[in-house]
T-cell receptor, first 114, second 113 residues
Framework: AQSVTQPDIHITVSEGASLELRCNYS??????LFWYVQSPGQGLQLLLK??????LVQGIKGFEAEFKRSQSSFNLRKPSVHWSDAAEYFC????????????FGGGTRVLVKP | DAGVTQSPTHLIKTRGQHVTLRCSPI?????VSWYQQVLGQGPQFIFQ???????GRGNFPDRFSARQFPNYSSELNVNALLLGDSALYLC????????????FGPGTRLLVL
């Protein structure tokens, strides 16, 4: 069975500082990996996804993520955080054999200090 | 193009009642998936429908059911509501493959009293 762990429930970062959100997954085969962002009162928006190929993936809003098979990780990074990045971030894993089912982690809430 | 729409936006029910939630996918998308997001947790997969057939089911009791209509819109039905069914219910639309981006609607917030 697939599972996703986001070890950090909350992260506080100063505006302009760098941000890294951790994600560890458990899945037997090569997973499909996703990062979504959810702002208050809104649905989920896809930031980036990884299926194969280059392990460093670029997404929207200046985010990137790196797939590390040896560590079963898919950490999300942004070099310089803006106040508008305050939101909840979810890592998710999918699999070809599971249709469109996504298994989400518990999320990391990001607070941005001025 | 309009995004994924869901109705109603908010709903209050009492225990034992029935509820129907609706979702209209993005034009051209034939797959609709439903997720339950309890406060403070990540979304949990409930169902996927494609071409009006159930293609996936999560670990939810039989009180939860869904269907997809010829225009690809979908309904999620929950019978005999429990307090624990209080959550944000999200609908996602996409083309069939997992490699295609799933677009989420704003959700329906259900409160069961």
């Amino acid at each position: 069975a697939q599972s996703v762990t986001q070890p950090d429930i909350h992260i506080t970062v100063s505006e302009g500082a760098s941000l890294e959100l951790r994600c560890n997954y458990s899945y037997g085969a090569t997973p499909y990996l996703f990062w979504y962002v959810q702002s208050p009162g809104q649905g989920l928006q896809l930031l980036l996804k990884y299926f194969s190929g280059d392990t460093l993936v670029q997404g929207i809003k200046g985010f990137e993520a790196e797939f590390k098979r040896s560590q079963s990780s898919f950490n999300l990074r942004k070099p310089s955080v803006h106040w508008s990045d305050a939101a909840e971030y979810f890592c998710a894993v999918g699999a070809q054999a599971a249709g469109n089912k996504l298994t989400f982690g518990g999320g990391t809430r990001v607070l941005v200090k001025p | 193009d309009a995004g994924v729409t869901q109705s109603p936006t908010h709903l209050i029910k009492t225990r034992g009642q029935h509820v129907t939630l609706r979702c209209s996918p993005i034009s051209g998308h034939k797959s609709v998936s439903w997720y339950q997001q309890v406060l403070g947790q990540g979304p949990q997969f409930i169902f996927q429908y494609y071409e009006k057939e159930e293609r996936g089911r999560g670990n939810f009791p039989d009180r939860f059911s869904a269907r997809q209509f010829p225009n690809y819109s979908s309904e999620l039905n929950v019978n005999a509501l429990l307090l624990g069914d209080s959550a944000l219910y999200l609908c996602a639309s996409s083309l069939f493959s997992i490699q295609e981006t799933q677009y989420f609607g704003p959700g329906t917030r259900l409160l069961v009293l």
